[in-house]
């Protein structure tokens, strides 16, 4: 054979083909090579015939590359070698081939080898936690810092969804009411962005600087007023995930007391099946996918009804973020984990010699762990999982949206939205002369969510609760997702209300944690001061002038 692994002619005298389509032959041994015709068959959709790494191309469907990895189990030799004895020339739209792998090689597996990309347009910012809440996923929406949502639809409404459950006369209410926080709204923004240029200046009197400086301090003053938004805000989520994951998504969202979500789940289901729909045939069977909704839906009523049971209204822990618990009480217990990789000994015995050395020899090993970081991109190993914290946070809900889309944590978990745990006023809209109108909008919301909240349901009144309205929530986070949560979130271009959440979450880990935290470098704890986004502005506009001198 030659260095590129096609074979001469001569050689192929005397050696069968396997395939009617003469793509493969087999050798004397047993073994199979890919031919001439194979290799042209393969051009295009691999991006090497002949090398051991190769990627699949999107030319390839994707139900065909899952049907032949999932071929990958029970089957040895050249995974290109199955493709083209088995895939590549069938036509798995039909089903029958796919149906087959399916059920021999397991439904879960081969639905964790395809992927939808799918967006879900106009729907309320409650249903955007819903539609995040998967940890498998990956998620974009439409950002409250760099859209306003002042302008009037077709319709001649604002831009919120109306929940179905709303009937006649409530339902004129609810929407008369919704365009009047809106309007409320609209009216702050242009103050705000005023009073927000006239305390703060570019850096410098260049048209990049000085659009940089426009843009900060737009950003500034939409961060501010996005509290007055109701959580009933339309917006677009752009969603890419496994097949497998939107299949439970799915089935979760079919079990929800809301019937924007019942809807979206079947909106959901009718159009992914239209591109992967053998992948997607258990959803609403009902041994299968509807009893896994019913189980949900059940286990719902069983544990709102023992919760029920708790006496007195909400309590107010005093803290806004408090680290309830963490693991192990002692942080010298992970530096048997961090060695572990690099030596021959059991796990036992290097917990057992480790702790009998000096503590400025065990300071070594945390050096050596986190070493000499470049940015906060560079993290310690995976050792650094070990350690575990609980925390509870009482916070609005619009930074609990930034929060909540991360993704490694062990426990992400919230309570109804509810006005009952109050609102804090931004300072910058105080310093604005804003303050009386931002709580007229608060109390006209309190209002119609107690209206709805009497005459439908609690879960229904959630839409009338504003972005700025606090929630209680809790999350468990091991120590290496730690460092990209906390150094991210606490970065001068962040939201002032995540910034202040994250800097406590820290102080609370440094306190238990010192050696774990020490290695934490780029955790901003400086407060915030004049205008966050700034710097990330200016640097996009060098990289987009930088981009266009060498276009």
Known sequence: ????GLMSNDSWKGIEMTDSNGYVAERSDGGKEITPKGHDRLSGLVTTTTGPVYVITNDVPQATVAAAMARLSRRPGDLRVTLLEEFLDQDLRDGQLLERVITQFGDDSVQQLVSVDFAVEGCSNLLTKMLEWARFGAYLEQSTRYIPFDQLGADGHFNFFVPEELKGDLREHYISEMD???AAYSLMIEPMIEHVRKTTEPSSNSARDINAWKNASRATALDAVRSLLPVATRST????????????LIITMRSSVLSEARDTADALLTEARKVIPDFLQRVDRPDR???RSLYRENLRNDLTELASQLTGGPVDDGEPVRLIDYWPSNENEL???????????????????VGEWPSIDQELIWRAAIGERADRRDRPGRAFEKAHYEFTVVGDYGTFRDLQRHRVVDAMEWQMLTPANAYAIPDLVTA????????EVFARSERLYELLRERVSPEVAQYATLLGHRMRYRLIVNGRALYHLLELRTGKAGHPGYRKICQQMFALVEQVHPQLARGMKYV???PPTGLGRLAAEERTARKLAFLEAND
């Open 237 to 248: 989520v752009g969603v890419h995930m496994s097949a497998q994951t939107l299949e439970n």
């Open 1 to 4: 054979m030659s260095e590129s």
């Open 180 to 182: 009047g926080i809106f």
């Open 524 to 526: 901003d704890l400086e």
């Open 289 to 291: 996918g509807n009893m």
């Open 432 to 439: 604005a002369g804003c303050e009386d109108a931002f709580i």
């Open 335 to 353: 530096l048997a984990g961090i060695l572990f990789p690099y030596s021959s000994h059991s796990i036992e015995e290097i917990s057992r010699q």
